[in-house]
């Protein structure tokens, strides 16, 4: 993130604790006990468990459906490029994010490496709070000391794509052509990740060129730090359910 962009919103990093209060309201209104782990659509869940050999299409199109509808990962994404202005940056953040979520995706199917997908899934909301704590510039604020964005967007993109490793393992895949559909998956994934990504910085070139860019920024990031408490009391509470 550059340094303008922090002390932008610097001076708004106090009324976070203002706004944690209706947050925390609106978790425990939303709070479900029929909450689900992110996975796969029912119809490709079927198709996962059915395949065998190798099917590259299939498996490159259910990946690019994952990552366009995957709104945890979006919403990310959206806050990793929230004030980024230079493709060369957006481009370094993107690819940090792909190569952790294209390792953990694959060794954790091949490896057969499980855990809860709802304790993934949680972290996953975290990562959108942390991202959104990190846009308003709270952590300089609050503690005096900026993590180093580039390795918390390798870190988080590991555990996004831990996330699928582990809810493909419960769908047993078929061993036979197991590795290229896995490629293929996650050729797919990156695929609807560029056509997202794309959409978003097109929408996000008009926002930024508007005269309210700057009044909004705040609330944006206070919205998206929002949904990630959500998408953490969600899953959380899915984990308690299901014991």
Do not use: C
């Not at 990946?63 to 940056?89: E, N, P, Q, S, W």
């Not at 990504?197 to 929002?226: C, D, E, K, P, Q």
């Amino acid at each position: 993130m550059h340094s303008q962009s922090l002390r932008g919103l610097a001076a708004f990093y106090p009324r976070l604790r203002h706004s944690l209060l209706p947050v925390f309201g609106m978790l425990l209104f939303f709070f479900v006990p029929d909450a689900l782990a992110h996975g796969v659509a029912e119809g490709d869940k079927g198709f996962i468990q059915e395949s065998s050999g190798v099917m590259l299409l299939p498996f490159i199109y259910m990946g690019a459906k994952h990552m366009i509808t995957g709104y945890d990962h979006l919403l990310f994404l959206f806050g990793v490029i929230f004030f980024l202005y230079r493709l060369k940056d957006v481009g370094l953040y993107v690819t940090l994010f792909a190569v952790g979520h294209s390792v953990t995706l694959l060794l954790g199917v091949l490896m057969e490496i499980s855990v809860s997908a709802y304790v993934i899934d949680a972290i996953i909301g975290f990562s959108v709070v942390y991202k959104a704590l990190d846009n308003l510039g709270a952590f300089q604020g609050w503690f005096g000391y900026q993590p180093d964005t580039r390795a918390a967007t390798l870190v988080f993109g590991l555990i996004h794509g831990f996330g699928l490793a582990t809810k493909i393992l419960d769908y047993q895949i078929a061993a036979d052509g197991l590795i290229p559909n896995l490629i293929a998956f996650n050729v797919g994934v990156e695929i609807g990740q560029l056509l997202a990504l794309s959409a978003i910085l097109i929408a996000m070139g008009y926002w930024r060129r508007s005269a309210g860019f700057w009044r909004h920024a705040y609330t944006a990031n206070v919205a998206m730090m929002s949904a990630g408490f959500l998408l953490m009391g969600y899953q959380l509470t899915g984990l308690i359910v299901s014991q």
